[in-house]
């Protein structure tokens, strides 16, 4: 963007503001040209079956890479992307951008199971979406039980009849469910009874403290035995000391993603981690 050209006018309407003001404008401009200059990049963070050890796929999350140099972390422009309806046209590149990296993983031989996209509540919405991931799933060539979609538990119940019409629909082209965030919202158990979803992603703020908090020990070891009784697999997110793998493995979780198992990392960084352990098996082997 010239600096000079929209310098001034960005100055004279921004005098009043505050810098957090400043701020939030300078990302909302910056973002609306991203997509079409090739800012956006994905990063990859492991997912590790605490049964076998084995790396069994990795979810992508999105960064910005900033003229300049720094790099946006999510939190700070997904907002803006969704209030302004960015997150559509970038929500289908990050769809597309992750089923072509593992279109390629699995090429190189990486047996992976899935790659997890997060997907918008904005996404969800159209009526078009399973459409759009039956269109991605062709033009990259990536099988329907490669992919995972994430929506949270929020957008779920927002409009439970549309969800459970979607999801229905998501299901019947093969691809996977995972509920993100699971725990914070406001957890309906009916929930999981009545969507058709896969996997339940315990949120991190259970993680972080259930090796000396009672309570959080006790809502982890909840949601994985309901969730095991309805038939879902669980992972856990924020998993980051050797003592949570432990506590975790007691409960019977199945996944975990966290940063003592992998931060997350370039396609190709991930490429190297995944040939770093022995054919994907991480030192959780059995
Ligand atoms: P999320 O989907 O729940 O993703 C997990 C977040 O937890 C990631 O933050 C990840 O870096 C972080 N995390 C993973 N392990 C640990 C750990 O051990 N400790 C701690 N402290 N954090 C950990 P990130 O990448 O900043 O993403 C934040 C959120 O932004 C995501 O939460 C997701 O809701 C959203 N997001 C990211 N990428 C996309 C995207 O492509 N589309 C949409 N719609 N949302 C995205
Ligand atoms: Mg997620
Ligand atoms: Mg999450
Ligand atoms: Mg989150």
Redesign the pocket.
């Known amino acids: 963007q010239s600096k000079k050209n929209g310098g001034n006018r960005l100055g004279y309407y921004t005098e009043n503001l505050s810098s957090q003001q400043v701020e939030r404008v300078s990302l909302e401009n910056g973002l609306r040209h991203a997509l079409e200059r090739g800012e956006f990049v994905l990063h990859y963070?492991p997912q590790i079956s605490l049964a076998t050890g084995k790396i069994l796929g990795a979810?992508?999350?999105?960064r910005w890479q900033m003229p300049g140099g720094r790099l946006v972390?999510?939190?700070e422009f997904?907002p803006f992307a969704e209030e302004s309806g960015l997150?559509i046209p970038i929500?289908q590149w990050?769809l597309e951008q992750a089923c072509v990296a593992c279109k390629q993983w699995i090429a190189d031989g990486m047996l992976l199971a899935v790659i997890s996209?997060?997907?918008?509540s904005q996404q969800f919405q159209r009526g078009d979406f399973p459409e759009l991931v039956r269109q991605v799933l062709r033009n990259t060539g990536i099988q329907p039980y490669n992919l995972c979609l994430?929506i949270t538990e929020h957008m779920a119940v927002m409009n439970m009849e549309h969800s459970i019409q979607v999801l229905n629909e998501l299901v019947e082209i093969g691809v996977k469910i995972a509920i993100?965030?699971f725990g914070i919202g406001q957890s309906s158990l009916i929930l999981l009874k009545r969507l058709p979803v896969h996997t339940v992603k315990i949120d991190?703020s259970f993680i972080f403290h259930m090796t000396d908090d009672a309570a959080d020990a006790a809502i982890a070891k909840g949601i994985i035995d309901m969730s095991h009784g309805l038939g879902l697999s669980v992972t856990a997110?924020?998993?980051?000391t050797e003592e949570q793998i432990f506590h975790l493995q007691q409960l019977g979780c199945d996944r975990i993603?966290?940063?003592?198992t992998g931060r997350?990392m370039s396609s190709e960084q991930f490429i190297g981690y995944f040939q770093q352990t022995v054919s994907g098996t991480s030192r959780w082997g059995t």
């Open positions: 963070q979810e992508a999350l999105i972390q999510p939190n997904i997150i929500g990050v996209v997060n997907i918008s994430e993100d965030d991190p997110e924020g998993v980051e993603q966290g940063y003592y997350p």
